[in-house]
Nanobody, 119 residues
């Protein structure tokens, strides 16, 4: 059973920083693309950042130069370092693991961690 467990969310003031972690119980972690999504109340879930199995990284424009995604294979963990946080970054953040084969796509989600940016 694949599990993704997020941690590191919380309440932070505008301009502050948080680091999210997602530990994956995937035996072939290196073959999975990993991503962080977020969903604010009343809004659709959006992709914030992703890192492919080969290390290619993408960010949504609103977090470029503020957020950094990284992965550590030995710990089967993906991170999201969030700096210069803004109130509009407030959302539940979800970790995603995805792997496409020739016949199917495997996708898994974490339970989510709340990030609240407020003074």
């Amino acid at each position: 059973q694949v599990q993704l467990v997020e941690s590191g969310g919380g309440l932070v003031q505008p301009g502050g920083s948080l680091k999210l972690s997602c530990a994956a119980s995937i035996s072939i972690f290196n073959f999975y693309a990993m991503g962080w999504y977020r969903q604010a109340p009343g809004k659709q879930r959006e992709l914030v950042a992703s890192i492919s199995s080969g290390g290619r990284i993408n960010y949504v424009d609103s977090v470029k130069d503020r957020f950094t995604i990284s992965r550590e294979s030995a710990k089967k963990t993906v991170y999201l370092q969030m700096n210069s946080l803004k109130p509009e970054d407030t959302a539940v953040y979800y970790c995603n693991a995805q792997r496409a084969t020739s016949t199917t796509t495997d996708a898994y989600w974490g339970q989510g961690t709340q990030v609240t940016v407020s003074s």
